[in-house]
């Protein structure tokens, strides 16, 4: 049976940087478009007109003329480029960026990329990046065979961009915080509201909604929050969330939370299996008497039905539950609908998700 146990023990603390973040500490997402040169005719095809256009540019800027239709970029790939920039990133830190081939270039295997401007959402340019590019496979071809391991269209720049612009935020001049929970649970919030509160020694965190949190800074904290943020994200808690069953039909995967529990119900399951075959049958005439050799099909049909023992369940445990429809012999397309006739008879008592 393909069933996942998820937390079968009781849930243990966790931290609340695990599962919450604050309020301006974050990464922005930058993006570009350049050119990878260098390719062993591995680029983009001659039908790539943008990859064209950008090398034309390119050159032409550079004091080169030349003429369009004699490009031939097969040694060039145009791509994105993309990174994350934390909130603290001052201009001349590095970063990692991916590069991603947007033409028709088989293999980026060898490649330099050339200087390219990272823009924020803003459409400021925040960072540069260029360097050679590493990547996590190959792809070897001949005439009738080829030989491919893991993507070769998509490469890294370890440190490959560096910062130009910072992003215009002060962290130690926050007057207040704000803590937003991953978890979307009232019992979870007020757990850390009490924890925030007695490891601060005072009333100076309330919660706005179901995973909100605002937290005013005390005095002694003002011009640095550095220390206040290492106590608060190191606070363990006890997260508690609904009961819920997660089903994949594509894979038969079924994920119960360890706080489902069962109303009582009797539970049968059974399966009618009816199988029909065709065969034929060669009727042979005998010898001299004029007749015809012909096929005679011939039927057989099979009846096959599998009784299964009625259960009583009652306020069973994820344990218990398991247990119980392995005795009758549940398979996981078996257990998928199972799981939808006890929600559909109000037993479970869980929120069913299929995905």
Known sequence: MACTLLAAQPAGAVRIKDIATFKGVRSNQLVGYGLVVGLGGTGDQRGSDFTIQSLVNMLDKMGVRVNRADIKPKNVAAVMVTANMMVSATPGSKMDVTVSSIGDAKNLLGGQLLLTPLKGIDGNVYATAQGALTLGGFLVQGTAAQAQKNTTTVAIIPNGATVERGVPFNFNDMQNMTLNLSVADFST????????????????????????????????????????????????????????????EKTGTVVLGQDVRLGKVAVAHGNLQIVVSNSAQVSQPPAFSGGQTVAVP?????????????????GATLRELVDGLNAIGASPQDLISILRALKAAGALMADVEVI
Do not use: W, Y
């Open 189 to 248: 919030t007020m757990q850390a509201v009490k924890a925030i509160n007695r490891e601060m020694g005072g009333d100076f965190a309330k919660a706005r909604d179901i995973s909100t949190i605002d937290i005013a800074v005390p005095q002694k904290f003002q011009g640095n929050l550095v220390p206040l943020m290492a106590s608060l994200e190191n606070i363990e808690i006890e997260p508690q969330t609904r009961a819920r069953v997660v089903v994949d």
């Open 298 to 314: 011939q039927t057989t049909i099979g009846v096959t039905q599998q009784n299964k023992r009625l259960m009583l369940m009652e």
